[in-house]
């Protein structure tokens, strides 16, 4: 589940995580989408914040990117 948001940091290039308090958010296009509940695969359902904490490494990386 996610929740929209019209307002992207400026700058800031689609498919970039970023911090959202305590959240995380995932840029897109013009807004950015709150992570509000994710499913790793072959994992659990967790919130977002859930995630963010067990991967801090995540914010400002691009979904996608390999090592």
Known sequence: ???????????????TFLAAGEDLGLVAGEGWLRLDEVQLASGRRMSGAALR???PDLVGTRAGATA
């Open 1 to 15: 589940r996610v929740t929209v948001r019209p307002d992207a940091p400026p700058g800031v290039p689609p498919g």
């Open 53 to 55: 904490r067990g991967h």
